[in-house]
Structures are given as structure tokens and as C-alpha cells.
């Protein structure tokens, strides 16, 4: 197993991932009007901007260019996740941003409150709702953060590092999406377990580990 060049190893990641999401680019959030206008929207994400790694099909914004240059392991698990949802966003197309979005989204729906005063219920949806929808296409990308890490063997203390995935499930990084900290935790131990003695195959997983070890 190659584990000795991560540069190597983020280059034929991102060469990868060219072949396989037409359209792929690396940008820089502080050019971006579509960033500097979210960043001002998710109010509740102080630090979308700068220290979030954000993709929009079939982009990615990194806070900025060059970027990560001094810590290739991190940028390469970082652009292995963000893959995952280009990756799940290709297969699935625009149920992707509804999945992503839900509930959150239904609440455009209050703007047939004119018709129906029912439909201002919608409004409900604004509020840090969980979305098991959101966690579970984000729980797919932070799996993949975590297979990459312990690829190059990069994490120091196994439990803290779950304990800081799981974080970003319960508190307002991603608006409250999850709060079952505790089961994150477990099933992120029980995949890493059960693909390590071949229990469990998790093709996307398989597939940018192989990229790693060319």
C-alpha cells in the first residue's frame, strides 16, 4: 500500500475525479458571487467562508487558491468527500439538492399561503428541523474523509477524531441536521471495522483508496 506520497496521491485524486465529473473545477470562494451571497444566508455558519469546503455541480470552492499546498492529506480526504457528493449528485440529479436541502426547503411551499393560509404552516420548516436526508448524504462523505485519513495513517487519536466528525452532525455547521451524535459515532466505527476485515465493501470507498495506492 502506497502511503508515502500524498501529493502524489491528491494529484491523481484530482485528475480522477476530472475523468469522471465533466465540468470539475477547483475555485475560490472569495471570487464567487454565489459564495459571498451564502455566506450571508447560513448566518448560522460563521465560518462558511473560510474554513468550509463547499460543492456546487460540478464545483468545488475551497476558502482559497493555492490551497491546503502544506497538508496534502487533508486536501485529498477533503476533495475525496466532496467527490463522494459530485459523485451521489451525478446519480441522482436534482433529488440530490432536494435531499440535501430537506426539510429546510419546503419552506418556499408558505408562499401559497395566499391561496391557503394552511400552507403558512411551511414557514415551521425555517426552523433547525434535523434532516436525516442531509446527515445521511453528508455521513457518505465524512465516511470517505475518515477512509482516507486512516489510509495514510494521519490520525492520532481514533476516538477523538470520530468524536470531531460527529460534531459536525449536532451543532449548527450543517443546521443541526442530526443529533444522534452517539449513532454517527457507532456506525462510523462499524464501517471502518467491517470494510477493514472485508465484511463490508464500500464501492466508493474501494474506488478512491485503489487511486491512492497506484
Given at each position: 500500500?502506497?502511503?508515502?506520497?500524498p501529493?502524489?496521491g491528491?494529484?491523481?485524486?484530482?485528475?480522477?475525479?476530472?475523468?469522471?465529473?465533466?465540468?470539475f473545477q477547483?475555485e475560490?470562494?472569495r471570487?464567487?458571487?454565489i459564495?459571498?451571497?451564502l455566506?450571508?444566508?447560513l448566518?448560522f455558519?460563521?465560518?462558511?467562508l473560510?474554513?468550509?469546503v463547499t460543492t456546487?455541480?460540478?464545483?468545488v470552492y475551497?476558502p482559497?487558491?493555492?490551497?491546503?499546498?502544506?497538508?496534502p492529506i487533508?486536501?485529498?480526504?477533503?476533495?475525496?468527500?466532496?467527490?463522494?457528493h459530485?459523485?451521489?449528485?451525478?446519480?441522482?440529479?436534482f433529488?440530490?439538492?432536494?435531499?440535501y436541502?430537506?426539510?429546510?426547503?419546503?419552506?418556499?411551499?408558505?408562499l401559497?399561503g395566499i391561496?391557503?393560509?394552511?400552507w403558512y404552516?411551511c414557514?415551521?420548516?425555517?426552523?433547525p428541523?434535523?434532516s436525516?436526508t442531509r446527515?445521511?448524504?453528508?455521513?457518505?462523505?465524512?465516511?470517505?474523509t475518515?477512509?482516507?485519513?486512516?489510509?495514510?495513517?494521519?490520525i492520532?487519536?481514533f476516538?477523538?477524531?470520530i468524536?470531531?466528525?460527529?460534531e459536525?452532525?449536532t451543532?449548527?455547521?450543517?443546521?443541526?441536521?442530526?443529533?444522534?451524535?452517539?449513532?454517527?459515532?457507532?456506525?462510523?466505527?462499524?464501517d471502518?471495522?467491517?470494510?477493514?476485515s472485508q465484511?463490508?465493501?464500500?464501492?466508493?470507498?474501494?474506488?478512491?483508496?485503489?487511486?491512492l495506492q497506484k
Amino acid at each position: 500500500m502506497d502511503v508515502s506520497h500524498p501529493k502524489q496521491g491528491r494529484e491523481r485524486l484530482e485528475q480522477f475525479i476530472k475523468s469522471q465529473i465533466p465540468g470539475f473545477q477547483i475555485e475560490d470562494k472569495r471570487k464567487s458571487p454565489i459564495m459571498r451571497l451564502l455566506t450571508k444566508l447560513l448566518f448560522f455558519n460563521k465560518n462558511f467562508l473560510t474554513n468550509y469546503v463547499t460543492t456546487i455541480y460540478p464545483k468545488v470552492y475551497v476558502p482559497e487558491i493555492p490551497w491546503k499546498e502544506d497538508d496534502p492529506i487533508s486536501a485529498t480526504a477533503t476533495l475525496a468527500h466532496e467527490y463522494v457528493h459530485l459523485k451521489d449528485r451525478k446519480r441522482m440529479g436534482f433529488l440530490f439538492n432536494f435531499l440535501y436541502l430537506f426539510p429546510q426547503n419546503l419552506v418556499f411551499f408558505s408562499l401559497l399561503g395566499i391561496f391557503n393560509p394552511w400552507w403558512y404552516l411551511c414557514l415551521l420548516c425555517a426552523l433547525p428541523i434535523p434532516s436525516p436526508t442531509r446527515a445521511w448524504l453528508e455521513y457518505r462523505g465524512y465516511r470517505m474523509t475518515l477512509f482516507v485519513y486512516e489510509h495514510y495513517g494521519a490520525i492520532m487519536v481514533f476516538d477523538d477524531f470520530i468524536d470531531w466528525i460527529a460534531e459536525h452532525f449536532t451543532n449548527s455547521s450543517y443546521y443541526w441536521m442530526f443529533p444522534a451524535k452517539s449513532f454517527i459515532k457507532s456506525k462510523l466505527k462499524r464501517d471502518i471495522f467491517l470494510y477493514g476485515s472485508q465484511q463490508k465493501d464500500i464501492s466508493e470507498v474501494r474506488e478512491i483508496i485503489s487511486i491512492l495506492q497506484k
